[in-house]
């Protein structure tokens, strides 16, 4: 029945997925798109998963299109980089049933190691953008997006960015539309075997598609103008709109929905009814660089402005013509920098690698934190994946085993195990800690195929991380319980000895999976030499107290990592 309900961004597109009759929902986490596929799994859609990463995601979801299936894929900013390589063939194959793509962008890199703009793969790739500004429209428009999908035989990228997939406002939904399609694999090799000789006809049928839909752009109801004081017309999508209409409510606006392509001839006009013309838009100038290929003399905008997110008052500073308008207000709030947490199975690695005093290439996870002081022992981190690469290239030029690499058993799956296969296949000498915390933590503790569970939790087959490493060609393969530092430190100096590439899996559960407990430790203050080995761990249960440690009984796990690393033995458990 329909209802109103208060949803946030991602739970709209799930519910809009779920009543365009979407049947497949495929991706990889990642902020802010994470809850997108587990609210569309609560729904019952068919078969949602967590695929290995977003390229597996979108070609899984180009098969279920093929079988006549809705489908969806959801990732984050980033996630679209691991999938282009399908999309922007898919934009010349198109697709049986509707695809929508979900690229979830976070300006002001909230959870992520860069801000790009996802608008740019709709201009690169030819496909078709949309991006709403609130729950309602991510509902609305995520329906509209199987149309134009199906119409113009192309996948649709659904842009959103964190402030409209985590914000809440109220949503009118409707009613299941149960597809009708027979689920049957389409064979039409011209169409979808991109042969030089088939994806030049396609690409020229491609354009035609393309031109059909500039053309329908030009009406297309998602997009909108509020005519008010023609002195300021402003053009925006997504949150900008919010922003630019309550700071400039009287103003003109051409509010797009569709991003892209441009309705160039409707925003010609608009620009003529308009004194101004100024684009209200975060990340960049992508808005503003378009209209002004179109002709249309746009307000140039400091810089500055793209750095970050947007806000009321950036937008109000950038209005007024300030040079370069204010960041973000932050919050008033003393700075509390992020840590791993009490009894984090990473910490021991990070102290044990500082001990040895290894470079660390890192990757992105929770580990990234071992950066930070005091453990301060991890040297890069630039994108999923990446650490393995970079230790197998500095260990190819440095001719030894200078550089360790760390990565979770997440990222690893997603993209680290091609990269042991090139240290494999390239006689590298490159030693991979695997930090198996038997989950996706950073991104809220997702399943992955290592776990033995799918995303709605039902078992299945367990990926072997040890079988998968001997599997690429690495001899020595050791597992670890990282709780104990000096097995693990033997396992690393023996790793780093071996003549040939070594994998150490440091195999402890995240202490946010079970939540289970052990007695707490406390100092015994007469014993400590207050040497500063405990703190030196950065957890955040031991503190100091008149330069004394103390350990906080509440936020200790009783990991005993503290206990292991005290030479006065002075860290022992409390008595129960
Ligand atoms: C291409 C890409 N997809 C997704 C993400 C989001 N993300 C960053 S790290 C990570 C996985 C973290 O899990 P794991 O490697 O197991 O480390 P943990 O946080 O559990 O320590 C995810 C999903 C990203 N940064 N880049």
């Avoid at 990463?53 to 098969?63: I, M, P, W």
Wanted: proline share 7%.
């Amino acid at each position: 029945m329909a209802a109103t309900e208060l949803l946030s961004g991602n739970e709209a597109i799930a519910r809009g997925a779920w009543e365009a009759g979407v049947d497949f929902g495929g991706g990889y986490p990642g902020t802010p798109s994470s809850e997108i596929l587990p609210a569309l799994a609560a729904l019952g859609v068919k078969h949602v998963e967590w695929s290995v990463n977003e390229k597996c995601a979108l070609e899984a979801a180009a098969g279920a299109s093929l079988a006549g299936a809705r489908t969806i894929v959801t990732m984050k900013h980033v996630g679209l980089n691991v999938a282009a390589d399908p999309l922007f063939t898919l934009a010349y194959t198109g697709i049986e049933a509707g695809l929508v793509v979900v690229s979830a962008d976070d300006p002001d890199m909230h959870s992520s190691q860069n801000e790009q703009d996802n608008r740019h793969y709709a201009r690169a790739a030819q496909v078709p953008m949309l991006e709403p500004s609130d729950s309602q429209e991510a509902r609305d428009f995520i329906r509209a997006a199987y149309d134009i999908s199906e119409t113009y035989d192309l996948p649709v990228l659904l842009r959103v960015t964190t402030r409209i997939c985590h914000s809440d406002s109220l949503v009118a939904t409707g009613e299941r539309v149960q597809p009708e399609r027979e689920c049957e694999p389409v064979a039409n090799p011209e169409k979808y075997v991109m042969i030089p000789a088939h994806a030049r006809k396609r690409n020229a049928l491609r354009l035609r598609r393309w031109q059909e839909l500039a053309e329908a752009a030009e009406t297309s109801e998602l997009n909108r103008i509020e005519m008010g004081d023609p002195a300021l017309g402003i053009v925006c999508s997504g949150v900008a709109y919010q922003y630019a209409r309550e700071v400039a409510p009287d103003a003109g606006f051409f509010k797009l929905g569709m991003a892209w392509p441009l309705p160039r001839q409707a925003l010609r006009d608009f620009a003529a009814r308009v004194e101004k013309v100024v684009a209200i838009e975060e990340s960049g100038p992508f808005l503003a660089e378009s209209l002004r290929a179109l002709g249309i003399d746009v307000v140039a905008l400091p810089p500055t402005l793209s750095l970050g997110e947007l806000s009321p008052g950036r937008v109000a500073a950038a209005l007024a013509g300030e040079d370069a308008p204010p960041p973000m207000p932050a919050a008033d709030l003393p700075p509390r920098p992020p840590v791993l947490c009490p009894g984090c199975p990473h910490r021991a690695v990070f102290t044990v690698l500082r001990k040895l005093k290894c470079h660390v290439t890192g990757d992105i996870g929770c580990y990234t934190l071992g950066t930070l002081p005091p453990l301060a022992s991890l040297h890069t981190c630039l994108c999923m994946g990446a650490g393995i690469g970079q230790a197998h290239g500095i260990n190819s030029v440095c001719g030894r085993k200078r550089s360790v690499a760390v990565i979770g058993d997440s990222t690893f799956i997603h993209s680290g195990i091609t990269g042991l296969v090139n240290i494999a296949y390239n006689a590298g000498n490159s030693v991979v800690v695997i930090l198996d915390n038997g989950t996706t933590a950073m991104t809220g503790g997702q399943e992955h195929p290592a776990t033995g569970r799918t995303l709605t939790g039902r078992p299945t087959r367990k990926l072997s991380l040890e079988g998968i490493c001997q599997a690429a060609g690495i001899d020595m393969v050791e597992v670890v319980d990282p709780a104990d530092l000096g097995a693990l430190e033997n396992v690393l100096r023996q790793s780093l000895a071996h003549d040939g590439p070594a994998v150490v899996i440091a195999r402890r559960p995240c202490v946010l999976l079970s939540r289970e407990r052990e007695t707490p430790f406390v100092v015994d203050a007469d014993a400590c030499a207050v040497c500063g080995a405990c703190l030196r761990l950065g957890c955040p249960a031991i503190g100091s107290q008149d330069g004394q440690p103390t350990i906080d009984p509440v936020l200790c796990v009783g990991c005993g990592l503290c206990a292991q690393m005290c030479p006065a033995d002075a860290i022992q458990r409390a008595q129960q």
